[in-house]
Nanobody, 117 residues
């Protein structure tokens, strides 16, 4: 199973920015897809952004389009989520995931993002 370590969460004021990182054990160039989910208290988990191998396909949650950008650095085995123009409704625990293609989906431990109004 792939090990994932997330970083970059924290507390920020509305309108601010954060950049989440997710470092994977292994060569991510071989993974089918990576991305981020989030879950706020009392709400269902939702897919925020996903990117396929080579970046050929990128999907975003409608509410974050134009504000969030997902990218991957194969040399660093890391996927990033740049979050700009943050809103209080973006407050959640963000989880990185990877679909390696040769095994089950793996998840990171989660990182808290809190946006104050």
């Amino acid at each position: 199973q792939v090990q994932l370590v997330e970083s970059g969460g924290g507390l920020v004021q509305a309108g601010g920015s954060l950049k989440l990182s997710c470092a994977a054990s292994g060569n991510i160039f071989s993974f089918n897809a990576m991305g981020w989910y989030r879950q706020a208290p009392g709400k269902q988990r939702e897919l925020v952004a996903g990117i396929t191998n080579g970046g050929s396909t990128i999907n975003y949650l409608d509410s974050v389009k134009g504000r969030f950008t997902i990218s991957r650095d194969n040399a660093q085995n890391t996927v990033y989520l740049q979050m700009d123009s943050l809103k209080p409704e973006d407050t959640a625990v963000y989880h990185c995931f990877v679909d390696p293609g040769w095994g089950p989906r793996s998840w990171g431990q989660g990182t808290q993002v809190t946006v104050s109004s």
